[in-house]
């Protein structure tokens, strides 16, 4: 019965397996401990944590084994609670975990983000003698990370005296989470120089860390390195590289990418629709949409939200409103708030103001801070000063710490001629104590990343940047250009030293003519930031690439993809 049930497990056939275990308890072995906790393996490896349990509460005598199985089938399902609940109860029985035991009960501490549970558990670890096994010691580092205790985690790692790939892994996976692209990369290099060769799923977190930062010169040297090395690339592995060169700005290579998977799933279709709406492809999503759906793929909530997204970067205001019904009538998706925020700003963009904000009123959900600042953004844009006050004052309700929406008014009261009211609204920021994220700017450049920061010229190149930046205003105003004067506190001063202008100088100051120049920006790009970088586009030749925390902005020829607005 043993080699009958494993073989059900490995096989992944649960009707052949409950069909054996219904022969099995008419038999005379069926109170033997050994098999049954094949039995509950069985039951939880195939995720059916129900009659896992039944099995194991009918069960005469228990040992460590069988706890062990539950704990780990509740962490597989993601039941953390569950998991240590059990777990408590094995050592309540005076049970010793193996390390086994603790690897799933670390997966369920980390899992619930509870550092006292985590804590506890190192110290039984610790207490039962299992601190340096590998598969424990990997479990640990994961824990400790997705506790966002990455010093204990750190110190973990240096701590164990032998490491295997998941040990590596897991530390490289946490620096990924948080986006942490160059201590995953030099602990990516450490591990080679270690004499262990990446994984396929070494080479997942490396792909998805680069994502995050926006870093592609350093994404393509790993995916180079991963061609080179011969490892099988996963299905997975090739969704986070289409979202890796999506979100580094190359969206031509994401497509060639997505083209070339040998298996698609839906994660992959939403990662391509993803790279098109960030890039200002809408009609492109929009055709890819449909492609999935006519190559018999079902869409889930995200692909609708990006094909709605994407219908409103497009303009296609009646087709992205047709997507979100379908998406509820025909496919049977309850609209989330994300949708709804879409859906108003697709309206808002088309300059439907009234129309988005009674789409809000219907909301079958609660609206969000994100609904009515997509209310907001569009209010001005459009000039629409007092539906701007009217949505603010809902975000300031709901999201009181966020000096975004503020900025976003007081344009907007500016931008309506209302110095007076924009002025008001700057003063209450400054007394509520509420301030403005540093805007914050950086370029990649010979696998150097290179940062600035709004009015700081402490880059070794600051005065030469300066100079360039000079230069380039008085092109511009050639050209036309003028500083809008109704942005940012009329302070053309501080607007002339934005981090995106620095970065852009100093790019045209350190690549050949004619190469396309990549800026990320860690917020939305101002008004006049973007002027101006159409101008330059015009003035130097250049295709700029500028992607700020909406979009990528493709600027050409004095006009940006964008239309204008963001």
């Not at 996963?234 to 969704?239: L, S």
Request: with cysteine; charged share 25%.
């Amino acid at each position: 019965y043993g080699k009958l049930f494993k073989m059900c497990t490995v096989l992944g056939k649960l009707e052949e397996g409950r069909m054996v275990h219904s022969h099995f308890l008419a038999s005379r072995f069926r109170s033997s401990p050994v098999v049954q906790n094949t039995v509950i393996n069985m039951y939880a490896k195939a995720g059916n944590l129900e009659l896992a349990r039944k099995v194991f509460d009918e069960m005469i005598d228990r040992d460590m084994v069988s706890y062990t199985m539950l704990v780990a089938g509740f962490s597989q399902i993601n039941e953390f609670r569950k998991a240590l609940e059990v777990y408590g109860d094995m050592i309540r029985e005076g049970l010793h975990p193996n390390e086994f035991s603790f690897g799933s009960a670390l997966k369920s501490a980390g899992g619930l983000k509870s550092d006292d549970a985590g804590r506890s558990l190192h110290g039984s670890c610790i207490k039962y003698g299992h601190d340096f096994n590998v598969y424990v010691g990997s479990a640990l580092v994961d824990m400790y990370a997705r506790c966002t205790r990455m010093e204990d985690a750190e110190k973990t790692f240096d701590g164990l005296k032998n490491r295997n790939e998941a040990c590596w892994n897991s530390l490289i996976a946490a620096y990924a989470r948080e986006g942490d692209a160059p201590n995953a990369l030099k602990l990516f290099s450490e591990m080679k120089r270690s004499g262990l060769e990446p994984t396929h799923y070494t080479y997942s977190s490396i792909f998805s860390a680069c994502a995050e930062c926006g870093s592609l010169e350093q994404g393509k040297w790993a995916h180079a390195d991963m061609l080179k090395s011969g490892v099988e690339s996963a299905a997975f592995v090739g969704n986070t590289l289409v979202a890796m060169y999506g979100r580094g700005g190359s969206v031509e290579d994401a497509e060639k990418v997505f083209r070339r998977l040998a298996w698609k799933d839906v994660v992959s279709w939403n990662s391509m629709l993803t790279a098109c709406t960030q890039h200002g492809l809408g009609r492109e999503a929009v055709g890819l949409f449909e492609e999935m759906r006519g190559g018999g793929f079902r869409p889930d909530g995200v692909t609708f939200l990006c094909v709605v997204a994407a219908c409103s970067h497009a303009g296609l205001v009646e087709e992205g409103l047709r997507y979100a019904e379908e998406m509820e009538v025909g496919y049977g998706y309850r609209p989330s708030a994300a949708h709804y925020a879409a859906a108003v700003d697709l309206l808002g963009r088309s300059g439907e103001l009234e129309r988005a904000e009674r789409c809000i009123r219907e909301m079958k959900v609660e609206p969000t801070a994100g609904v009515w600042k997509a209310l907001l953004g569009a209010c001005r844009v459009h000039g629409d000063a007092e539906m701007a006050a009217y949505a603010a004052e809902r975000v300031f309700r709901l999201d009181p710490l966020d000096a975004g929406p503020r900025v976003l008014l007081a344009n907007a009261y500016a931008a309506a001629g209302r110095p007076g009211d924009a002025g008001r609204v700057r003063a209450a920021m400054k007394r509520s104590g509420v301030r403005k994220e540093p805007g914050c700017s950086w370029v990649e450049l010979a696998n150097a990343v290179h940062v600035f920061v709004a009015g700081d010229y402490s880059h070794p190149l600051g005065e030469e940047i300066r100079r360039k930046w000079e230069e380039l205003r008085e092109g511009c105003r050639r050209f036309g250009y003028a500083a809008a004067a109704a942005e940012e506190g009329n302070d053309r001063v501080r607007r002339r030293r934005h981090s995106e202008k620095l970065a852009l100088a100093f790019s045209l100051i350190s690549t050949a003519a004619g190469v396309p120049i990549v800026i990320k920006k860690n917020m939305r790009v101002c008004g006049d930031c973007h002027t101006a970088f159409k101008f330059v586009s015009r003035l130097v030749g250049r295709e700029i690439v500028l992607r700020d925390i909406n979009r990528f902005h493709r600027f050409g020829h004095g006009r940006c993809n964008c239309n204008d607005f963001w």
